[in-house]
């Protein structure tokens, strides 16, 4: 168990760039989460994976950011037309979740990548 | 529904107890408790169900109190590596009854400052 790993670390792009960021779950974890988060803030929901299908998304991801998660495995979030406004940490979480009432599934979070847009 | 969380900060000395309380206004199901150091990932601690008992290891337990909808973290006789932001993520009892988002919300934090 190598644990969650995130690829760039640290981004730095312009206004109106695109990008794009890579999470490797823990290998054998079928939900992978992305949240976000902001100096002085806990992080925010963005949207999760069951597997290769994604379930949900938070109002907060507008029609700039899209994710995929190909065969289920590592995942990728890209940001188009980037914006000042999406300098923030984007953290990625994955869990071992069976459906399985009354049982609590622990999120391990990545160490992140930090993106700032200049 | 953000959980609130209290303090916002402590400074103790190493040695000394602290309580962190993390409260909401709407039904839990479960509270998952994580430390995050300066730029580094929030560390899963320990999860919390409702109606689940009070979980500890070492010398950092939880509870959860389904009247009042509200986790306490205790961190007892601290140590310097203790030192952090502690956030408390929840998921709504809704998430299973056919409402409510999937992922945990996550209350603003509360930084833990120990001296030595």
């Known amino acids: 168990d190598t644990g969650v790993s995130q690829d760039p670390r640290h981004k730095i792009t312009k206004r109106g760039q695109n990008v794009t960021f890579r999470c490797d779950p823990i290998?054998?974890?079928?939900?992978l989460y992305w949240y976000r988060q902001t100096l002085g803030q806990g992080p925010e929901f963005l949207t999760y994976?069951?597997?290769?299908?994604?379930?949900?998304k938070s109002r907060l991801l507008s029609d700039r950011f899209s994710a995929e998660r190909p065969k289920g495995s590592f995942s990728t979030l890209e940001i188009q037309r980037t914006e000042q406004g999406d300098s923030a940490m984007y953290l990625c979480?994955?869990?071992?979740?069976?459906?399985?009432?009354?049982?609590?599934?622990?999120?391990?979070f990545g160490p992140g990548t930090r993106l700032t847009v200049t | 529904q953000q959980p609130v969380q209290s303090p916002q900060a402590v400074i103790l000395r190493e040695g000394e107890d602290a309580v962190i309380n993390c409260s909401s206004s709407?039904?839990?199901?479960?509270v998952h408790w994580y430390r995050q150091k300066h730029g580094e990932a929030p560390v899963f601690l320990m999860i919390?169900?409702?109606?689940?008992e009070q979980k500890g290891h070492e010398k950092i337990s939880a509870s959860f109190n389904e009247k009042k909808q509200q986790s306490s973290l205790y961190l007892t006789a601290s140590q310097l590596s203790y030192s952090g932001t502690y956030f408390c993520?929840?998921?709504?009892?809704?998430?299973?009854?056919?409402?409510?988002?999937?992922?945990?919300?996550f209350g603003k934090g509360t930084h833990l400052i120990i001296q030595p």
């Open positions: 979480a994955s869990s071992l979740e069976l459906g399985l009432a009354g049982v609590g599934y622990e999120q391990y």
């Open positions: 290998s054998e974890h079928n939900r």
């Open positions: 994976f069951q597997n290769e299908a994604q379930l949900e």
């Open positions: 709407k039904a839990l199901y479960s």
């Open positions: 919390l169900l409702k109606g689940g």
């Open positions: 993520g929840t998921e709504m009892e809704e998430k299973y009854s056919g409402g409510g988002a999937d992922g945990l919300t």
